[in-house]
Every structure is written in structure tokens, then in C-alpha cells.
């Protein structure tokens, strides 16, 4: 067994070194990542902890693939995204990633079985049938498949979303307050889908959450401050993490949220 204290870089699914991002230019500039380097790792449930406006979503975008960093470097396994141009960025973001919106992002014109294949089927492929059937059961929409997303209730529209994000089995999936919207019971159990889908499915998934309940469900918690990363627990209790936000209190505004 190795003793190295450094993660070789196969054993992270994904990882950003020194990333940096700023938004405009000028006077205007925000810099919402400011030198963070993060690896998550293969088989792990990690969530993205921070107040408003720490750069939580704009982590998760880069390390997937969505945008790209100012400096710095993002990767997903080995790949340097940053090498990539966009025909092959689309195919491994394709292949290799799932993202969960907040908003859900469904098509409401597309049934739930639809809206489920729907990135395989927009690239052409054939669906793995026995990983699709058995998605569908954890996710418990086996009975809604031919409902359309308006006929859905909040939680199961999540639930879709989410299967929607594992369908052409992806290394790892990145889900962007999951829960956010969600009532306790319906967030519970997209919860649990997410921590059996990285232990018993070997997915990597990473997952931003204000609710230190949601967070106690991952196997790792990151916190991000002003853009850093600034702490990390193993093995969250909702307690322990509550306390370490507390430790954010004084030094961020929880009521400067953006408008949306
Ligand atoms: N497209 C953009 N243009 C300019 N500034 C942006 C843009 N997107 C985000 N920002 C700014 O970057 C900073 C980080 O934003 P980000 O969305 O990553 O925060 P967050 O931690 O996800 O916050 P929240 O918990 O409110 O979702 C914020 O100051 C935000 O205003
Ligand atoms: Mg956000």
C-alpha cells in the first residue's frame, strides 16, 4: 500500500488546482474563485457548503464543464478540460458528467421517461435498458413515466431530474442544491438516491446544499468563503456542520442575496 499523502490524480474524479474566476472587468470585476484547489473523489458523496454568493454554483460549473475558469485548471479524471475544444468538451460533458439544476431544467412537453433519456437520445446512442429500468425504481417513478413534468409534484420532478442526470452513467454528477425546493421528505429522498448512487453505484457526486441536514448525508463537506475554500469535515454530523457555519456568522451577510 502506498503511504503517499497526495492523492494520485486517478484516484479524484474530478478536481480544479489554483482556479480562478472572475466575472467582468474593470471596476465591475467580481472575483467569485479566488485560487481554489479541490479534488473529489471517486465513489464519494462530497457537498459544497458556503454562504450566498461564496462561489459555490460557479465551482460547480467550471469543475463540470459549463464555463470555464480565468486561471487555473480544471479536471475530470485525468482530462485537463482546459485542453479540450468545444466538440470535445460537449462529448465529455455527454459522457462523463450529469448535472441537477435547481430549476430542475426539464422539457414540459416531454414525459418523464423522455425527459429521463433524453441526453442519450440527443446523442444518439442506445440506453443501457437494465441500468435505465433499475434507475427508474430508485428513483420510485416507474408509475409517472407517461406524465408530462407540470403533472408532477416538486419532489418528483427532482426525482426526474435526477435520473435524468445518471441515465448515461456518468463519472461524476455535480447537483446544484438538489433539495433547495424540496420539502423535508421528498429532499430526503433525493438525498438518499444521490448517497446509494456514489456508495452502491460508484458514482462520484458532489452536491452544493445550505442545509447542514442535506450536508450531513455526504461523506465529505468543502466550505467555501469569499471564494476559498476554507474548511473541510469528514464524516458530517448536522450539528458539527452547523457549528462550523456559525463560525461563517459576522463575517457574511445571509440577507445580501442576489435577486433572481
Ligand atoms: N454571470 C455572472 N456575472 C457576474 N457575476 C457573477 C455571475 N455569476 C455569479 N457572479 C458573482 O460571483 C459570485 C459567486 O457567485 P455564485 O453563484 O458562485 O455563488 P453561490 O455560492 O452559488 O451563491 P448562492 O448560495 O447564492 O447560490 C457572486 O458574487 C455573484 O454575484
Ligand atoms: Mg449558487
Known sequence: MSTATTLTPTALAARVDNAVKVYGSGDTAVRALDGVSVGFRAGRFTAIMGPSGSGKSTL???????????????????????????RRLTLL???????????????????????????????????????????????????????????????????????????????????????????????????????????????????????PVAAAHADEVVFLADGRLVDRMERPTADRVLDRMKAFDGTTSTSGGEPS
Open 60 to 86: 460547480m460549473h467550471c469543475a463540470a464543464g459549463l464555463d470555464t475558469l480565468t486561471e487555473g485548471a480544471a479536471y475530470i479524471g485525468d482530462t485537463d478540460l482546459g485542453s479540450l475544444d468545444d
Open 93 to 211: 460533458r455527454r459522457d462523463r458528467v450529469g448535472f441537477v439544476f435547481q430549476a430542475f431544467n426539464l422539457v414540459p412537453t416531454l414525459n418523464v421517461a423522455e425527459n429521463i433519456t433524453l441526453p442519450i437520445d440527443l446523442a444518439g446512442e442506445r440506453p443501457d435498458r437494465e441500468w435505465l429500468d433499475a434507475l427508474i425504481d430508485v428513483v420510485g417513478l416507474r408509475d409517472r413515466l407517461h406524465h408530462r413534468p407540470a403533472e408532477l409534484s416538486g419532489g418528483q420532478q427532482q426525482r426526474v431530474a435526477v435520473a435524468r442526470a445518471f441515465a448515461g452513467r456518468p463519472d461524476v454528477v455535480f447537483a446544484d442544491e438538489p433539495t433547495g425546493n424540496l420539502d423535508s421528505r421528498s429532499g430526503g429522498e433525493v438525498l438518499r438516491l444521490l448517497g446509494d448512487a456514489a456508495r452502491q453505484a460508484s458514482r462520484t457526486v458532489v452536491m452544493v446544499t445550505h442545509d
